[in-house]
């Protein structure tokens, strides 16, 4: 009797389950209907700016050769056209002056932003097109302003007609799903839990004995409770031992899933790698090639020419000592410079290289200079930036290297560190310089190479970062965040190392060190004639 008390005393299933069906079942339901209201809307929105958007593309160009030649009565003609659109409301073109030249339809205030108070019929906003003229080959001059209005009165017209069959058909579905839940609540829910309930109050504990519901035959879910619950006892006593086997398997197959997952992730590290390392930058390569073939023979000729002036001056006899001894150190000056420049064409075809399958020995002074002058000479628009760079390496140092992958790793280092220069001038005083310093030592196993700028440095959280593929601190679209990463796989090429000191708004120094598989440090040859 106590029991049943407690039982009366609790909601009844009917109400608990109205009460949470109303609840839900009207907010989704006013939450769908608003939302395919604003669906709706922003559609017959995107449609209206949509034929504004090919009127203007239609209309423009008539317009702009309307309004040149002083064509008055065209240029009525075609706002009036375009003003009868229903999608607008207003049509107007201005000179470049901002005085309206004319207009055709109905505005009534000023056009307020896009998009703000969206359902506010007074609403209006206005789609501006530039018209322009073309008076030369790469010349325009602009000549007037077409202004197009439309407004939420035209949005909402077109949204009455749908929202109310929305709102009909969402309230007549409510009504007949009322009155079905109410029907099966009562005749298949209540009346079967309240016998189930009666009769399971009636069990004695320490003798418990089935439950026999006489429903139970013609609902399947209430047999299955009933039988479910005469296998409560004797099933709970197996469950510990069944559930423990279940974990084991599940436990056991989820190892072998992780298993793949893992041998999965590595195929893909791997495939990641490779696809990196075949397509890579080669457009500044190209670039070099073909300015160094360019460049190939006008300077043998014009070096060859200078060797065989300073040997007929030599030869002569005749001239002056003075005169000769000024012709011939002027001519030395220009061989010796020829020569360097050959040396930066050479340079310059070992980097245009798309793949290198052997080292090329190299002189790392020359080289370095070549590519920061290459990296410095193209960044056009950080001219301004005041830079000084210093190449401490000794002129006889030189090594064995990928000479286009080299070459890449110089650039990326370079253009990173123009970069935070770049970054901390615009924050610094007018006195702030950037400096970009290169040193090193080479011994018979190892080039160790130091990179230094005194830029913005590296924040401590992204050191442990800055390796990892498409990672950047750019602004978006400024870099791909695959410099560094290219260079830390350029290194491993090598068999090397890279280290990164740094000081955050101070200085960035990074180490490299490339074993040099038994080169030696020697003095740089006589370069060939290119």
């Not at 890279?498 to 490299?512: H, T």
Request: glycine share 4%; with cysteine.
């Amino acid at each position: 009797m106590k029991r049943r008390t407690q039982l009366e005393e609790k909601n009844s299933i009917t109400f608990e389950v109205i009460r949470y069906i109303t609840l839900y079942y009207f907010s989704v339901a006013a939450i769908l209907t608003l939302s395919q209201i604003g669906l709706e809307y922003f559609k017959i929105k995107s449609d209206i700016e949509g034929q504004i958007k090919e009127i203007e593309s239609s209309f423009s160009e008539s317009l702009t050769n309307s309004l040149w030649e002083f064509n008055e009565v065209q240029t009525k003609a075609i706002i009036d056209g375009i003003a009868k659109s229903p999608a607008i409301t207003y049509v107007t073109v201005k000179g470049v002056r901002n005085e309206t030249i004319y207009g055709a339809g109905n505005v009534t205030e000023e056009p307020k932003p896009i998009f703000d108070a969206a359902f506010n019929p007074n609403q209006i906003f206005v789609y501006k097109k530039k018209l322009s003229k073309n008076i030369g080959k790469d010349n325009e001059e602009e000549i007037g302003q077409l202004y197009i209005y439309s407004g939420n009165s035209v949005i909402l017209s077109q949204l009455s007609h749908i929202v109310v069959p929305i709102i009909v058909n969402s309230v007549i579905k409510t009504i007949f799903l009322w009155m079905i839940l109410l029907l099966f609540i009562n005749n298949k829910l209540k009346g079967p839990l309240n016998q189930f309930v009666e009769n399971i109050s009636e069990i004695d504990p320490k003798n418990p004995k089935p439950v026999d519901l006489k429903i139970s035959k013609e609902i399947k879910e209430f047999d299955s409770i009933q039988t479910a619950f005469n296998d409560l006892i004797r099933q709970l006593k197996n469950y510990k031992d069944v559930l423990e086997a279940i974990v084991e398997n599940k436990t056991e197959l989820l190892k072998e899933k992780n298993d793949e997952v893992l041998s999965l992730v590595e195929k893909l590290k791997s495939a990641q790698s490779q696809i990196l390392k075949h397509e890579k930058l080669t457009s500044l390569g190209i670039l070099s090639a073909g300015i160094a073939h360019e460049l190939k023979n006008p300077l043998n000729l014009s070096q060859n020419t200078s060797i065989m002036i300073k040997d007929l001056i030599k030869e002569n006899q005749t001239m002056d000592p003075a005169f000769k001894s000024q012709m011939d150190n002027l001519l030395g000056i220009a061989v010796e410079n020829q020569e360097r420049m050959n040396g930066i064409i050479k340079n310059m075809l070992l980097q245009a290289r798309v793949q290198n399958s052997e080292k090329t020995e190299l002189n790392i002074k020359q080289f370095i200079d070549t590519n920061f002058n290459i990296l410095l000479k193209s960044r056009k628009k950080n001219a301004h930036i005041d830079v000084c760079f210093e190449n401490l390496l000794a002129d006889e140092i030189k090594a064995p290297v990928f000479a286009n992958d080299f070459g890449r790793l110089l650039l990326n280092l370079f253009e990173n560190a123009l970069h935070s220069i770049e970054d901390k001038s615009k924050k610094s005083d007018p006195s702030y310089k950037g400096l970009i310093k290169v040193s090193g030592e080479c011994n018979s196993e190892n080039l160790v190479l130091s990179f230094y700028d005194n830029g913005k440095g590296i924040e401590k959280s992204y050191l442990d970062k800055i390796w990892e593929p498409f990672f950047t601190t750019k602004p978006t679209g400024s870099g791909t965040g695959l410099g560094l990463y290219l260079t830390y796989e350029i290194i491993k090429q090598h068999n090397g190392s890279i280290n990164i000191e740094s000081e955050e708004g101070a200085y960035a120094k990074i180490i490299v060190e490339l074993p040099l598989e038994g080169s030696s440090v020697s003095e740089m040859k006589d370069e060939e004639k290119v």
